[in-house]
């Protein structure tokens, strides 16, 4: 099993940044892709983007693109979304996940979910 607690949502206007973070714990970190997802009320969970095993290798859905980056730490077992230049649109609970897989694009391809964090973005 693998624990992921997600920290660091919050509230920012329109054109501000935030960073979340994901600490992981239970097996290897290194072991697993990561990937972060999104969801606001009555949709279906949204690819955000996602970091191979290494950190050599990230994507990112297109509506983030350019705005977002993911990165991670695998000696503090940690995985980060960097949000810069946010709009009210990026506000939803954000999702960290972890899988065996390559990368993680879909919800189908992750195995392991954390809690979610809100990110509120006024205008």
């Known amino acids: 099993q693998v624990q992921l607690v997600e920290t660091g949502g919050g509230w920012v206007q329109a054109g501000g940044s935030l960073r979340l973070s994901c600490a992981a714990s239970g097996r290897t970190f290194s072991n697993y892709a990561m990937g972060w997802f999104r969801r606001t009320p009555g949709k279906e969970r949204e690819f955000v983007g996602t970091i191979t095993r290494s950190g050599s290798y990230t994507f990112y859905g297109d509506s983030v693109k350019g705005r977002f980056t993911v990165s991670r730490d695998n000696a503090k077992n940690t995985v980060y979304l960097q949000m810069n230049s946010l709009k009210p649109e990026d506000t939803a609970v954000y999702y960290c996940?972890?899988?065996?897989?390559?990368?993680?694009?879909?919800?189908?391809?992750?195995?392991?979910w954390g809690q979610g964090t809100q990110v509120t973005v006024s205008s």
């Open positions: 996940a972890a899988g065996a897989t390559w990368v993680l694009r879909t919800p189908r391809e992750c195995d392991y």
